[in-house]
């Protein structure tokens, strides 16, 4: 038992030896500025695995680990693999997952209010995200029609009153992604997408791409609406294209 332990131990050393050899430390100020080592509260490690495989570490000044991530590139920033978040106490709360830098898979992410985890699917998002010069999935596409398409809520209410309506399933639904909530990344995300005949959501179009955890997450809530009442045009539904922005800001 002692030679086993003494092997474990001496192979340990070896790989923690190689970690420091390709490890890069970057440190910064509680405003994300670049700092003097004595003076940080952030620090970020680059860890280099392999060529193509690299571990990204966050942690605060005394070492307390905030967030882990797998990359295949850090220069450009390419998440390729699973990705952790840790709160001050250093319980898990969001663990995700990448494919060659797009938000993949399902995600789950901490849920305060409740204490367990919530399930967010981000499966398949980067499929369905089309560009305005690719064909669209109805020959022609409204964009004002005499019956505008409604979010299924209250009676009675105004083309205003109803849009809002959708403005807060959106607030109420939406994820801050915690990378970007700890970097201080704010933003809104301009999104166009079609009401089809049968009300379900197609063509989702991102007009202004900036932030690739708040354009996904715009996606991912918009392509999970419930399903809407679709437009009249000569009392037949059609299909509408309507435009939004979903925003992201730190209270």
Do not use: H
């Amino acid at each position: 038992m002692k030679r086993i332990i003494i092997i474990f131990w001496t192979v340990t050393g070896i790989i923690l030896q190689a970690y420091c050899q390709d490890t890069t430390s970057f440190f910064y100020n509680k405003k994300w500025g670049t700092s003097k080592e004595s003076r940080a509260e952030y620090i970020i490690n680059e860890i280099k695995l392999a060529e193509t495989r690299f571990i990204l570490e966050i942690t605060y000044n005394d070492g307390t680990l905030i967030y882990k991530g797998e990359y295949s590139s850090l220069y450009p920033e390419i998440m390729n693999g699973e990705t952790y978040y840790y709160g001050k106490n250093g319980e898990l709360v969001e663990r995700g997952y990448f494919t060659n830098g797009y938000p993949d898979s399902l995600w789950y992410v901490l849920n305060p209010k409740t204490g367990s985890f919530d399930t967010l699917n981000y499966i398949g998002l980067k499929d369905i995200i089309k560009t305005f010069d690719e064909p669209t999935s109805f020959p022609e596409t409204f964009v004002v029609v005499e019956v505008m398409p409604s979010f299924p809520s209250k009676d009675d209410e105004t083309v205003t009153e109803n849009f809002n309506d959708f403005r807060e399933y959106i607030k109420s639904e939406a994820y801050y992604p915690m990378l970007a909530r700890e970097r201080k990344n704010q933003g809104s995300t301009s999104v166009t997408f079609t009401i089809g005949p049968d009300g379900n959501i197609y063509d989702i179009v991102l007009t202004n791409p900036k932030n690739k955890y708040f354009d996904f997450e715009a996606v991912r809530v918009i392509r999970n609406s419930p399903k809407w009442n679709p437009g009249l045009q000569e009392n037949k539904p059609v299909p509408v294209r309507l435009r939004d922005y979903v925003g992201f800001y730190l209270e």
